[in-house]
């Protein structure tokens, strides 16, 4: 089954807070969201990374010029020195491999450093870079919700829940405040007073259900949701939504959402296309990656693990970055995602007016 809807919702109890002795049962630490700007060698690139308080790190970043995503992430050698990067797409195309870049840092990157200094290495390529910081429009921080119950009667003996939500402070901007925390994840009401109360950039509510409760769903042995951020403009967020839960099998959706920066609207295709403009770009797509999608008919083994051309719709799930849209369908459950790049020079005709005016394209 295919999840064509991008918004996940959780519900928060109100009697959460009830079981608190004041905000006792409510931790408070460090968590960061940094932009830079800056070259590898002489190449400009730009870097998103989030820095949460178990000391990991994710994040993205991509060179100007061309605008598609490399996914980042912490090595397994030395956390504070070391990042790993490679292209977002999980498919070769043409000459285009998926391999692992080297981001090597001369100093602790969880220092609040504003500038970034050290070597980029890929394929024996070495490339010194140089990143400065740059301020971001929202005050980004980070809520955290864990729980476990024991059920000695259910199938499910033991359940837990696991939630992480980026939302940009009330300050910053109170109609993203609200789309990230009521729209995009339901978050109850007393739960978002106290999410908004706090000054704090992190805060984690644990809760432990005890034995013979009925407060939780019997629903499965674990729940996880969280979202990410991918690529902040002026004008455009995007973001990831990931959710998994395993009962009597595993059910896991990844999907990605661009937003309005200003109003919280979300792009589809819908509003980013002139209306009989879609089925063009679509035919484009579809054209664009005919070696890499699951062929149809007597050719059906060839790329059997890709999705179909015709999996790829105006319901599609399409998300935004530097250089143009990315295009996200799987052929089955479990199976890897497949994101099929257009450029924005490629669509530039096809484009709506008012979505070229918002992104500053002419």
Not at 103 to 113: G, K, L, P
Not at 170 to 198: G, H, R
Not at 321 to 326: E, L, V
Request: negative net charge; aromatic residues 14%; hydrophobic residues 35%.
């Amino acid at each position: 089954m295919k999840i064509k809807s991008v918004i996940l919702s959780i519900v928060l109890s109100s009697t959460l807070i009830a079981q608190f002795e004041g905000l006792s049962g409510i931790s408070q630490l460090t968590f960061n969201v940094v932009k830079f700007k800056g070259k590898i060698d002489n190449s400009a690139i730009t870097i998103l990374l989030t820095i949460y308080p178990d000391s990991n790190i994710s994040g993205y970043y991509y060179y100007d010029k061309i605008g598609r995503l490399f996914v980042i992430k912490n090595s397994n050698k030395n956390k504070s020195l070391i990042l790993e990067a490679e292209q977002f797409e999980l498919f070769d195309l043409g000459n285009e491999s998926r391999n692992t870049e080297i981001f090597e840092f001369s100093s602790n990157i969880f220092e609040n450093n504003d500038t970034l200094v050290g070597n980029w290495i890929n394929k024996g390529r070495i490339h010194s870079f140089n990143l400065t910081k740059e301020n971001l429009k929202f005050d980004w921080r980070l809520f955290r919700y864990r729980s476990i119950g024991y059920f000695k009667n259910s199938y499910f003996s033991s359940q837990t829940k696991y939630i992480s939500i980026f939302y940009p402070s009330v300050s910053s901007s109170q109609k993203l405040n609200t789309f990230f925390l009521t729209d995009n994840y339901l978050v109850d009401e007393n739960i978002l007073e106290l999410i908004n109360s706090s000054e704090s950039k992190y805060l984690l509510v644990e809760q432990n259900f005890g034995e013979n409760t009925n407060e939780l769903d019997d629903c499965c042995w674990s729940d996880y949701r969280s979202s990410e951020l991918v690529y902040i403009s002026d004008s455009v967020l995007t973001y990831s939504n990931d959710a998994s839960a395993y009962s009597h099998n595993m059910q896991y959706y990844t999907d990605f959402i661009s937003i309005n920066a200003s109003n919280g609207m979300v792009y589809t295709a819908k509003n980013i296309f002139m209306s009989d403009m879609i089925d063009t770009v679509l035919t484009l797509l579809r054209n664009k990656y005919k070696n890499v999608l699951q062929q149809e008919g007597i050719n059906s083994k060839n790329n059997s693990d890709a999705p179909l051309p015709s999996d790829y719709t105006d319901e599609s799930n399409i998300f935004l970055s530097k250089g143009g849209i990315y295009f996200r369908e799987r052929e089955y459950k479990l199976a890897n995602y497949y994101d099929l790049f257009l450029s924005f020079d490629e669509i530039s005709n096809y484009l709506s007016t008012s979505f070229k005016k918002t992104i500053g394209l002419r």
